[in-house]
Nanobody, 125 residues
């Protein structure tokens, strides 16, 4: 079992930045691709970004490409999402997720094994 706890959410003005963190416990994340997802009110949960076990392969939703950066520190068992140039449309609950993989592989946009409880991000106009 992997427990994931997100932090770093909050209220920010449009154009601002936030850095989300996802701290894992229970198992090392060395064997997991890690992803960030978000769910806005009244909408389905959507993929935001993902990163491979080693951190060498990343994947982004078109809506955040060039503004958001996913990274990981396996020694700290933590994954990050740096969010710049935030827009009101980025307002959502952001979730961290882990996908077990046998080896290095491109991270997927769905079918993750473990999920955090989420952290609220609100971007005001």
């Amino acid at each position: 079992q992997v427990q994931l706890v997100e932090s770093g959410g909050g209220l920010v003005q449009a154009g601002g930045s936030l850095r989300l963190s996802c701290a894992a416990s229970g198992r090392t994340i060395n064997y997991y691709n890690m992803g960030w997802f978000r769910q806005a009110p009244g909408k389905e949960r959507e993929f935001v970004a993902a990163i491979s076990r080693s951190g060498t392969i990343t994947n982004y939703a078109d809506s955040v490409k060039g503004r958001f950066t996913i990274s990981r520190d396996n020694a700290k068992n933590t994954v990050y999402l740096q969010m710049n140039s935030l827009k009101p449309d980025d307002t959502a609950v952001y979730y961290c997720a882990a996908e077990f993989t046998v080896g290095e592989s491109a991270p997927r946009r769905n079918e993750y094994d473990y999920w955090g409880q989420g952290t609220q991000v609100t971007v005001s106009s």
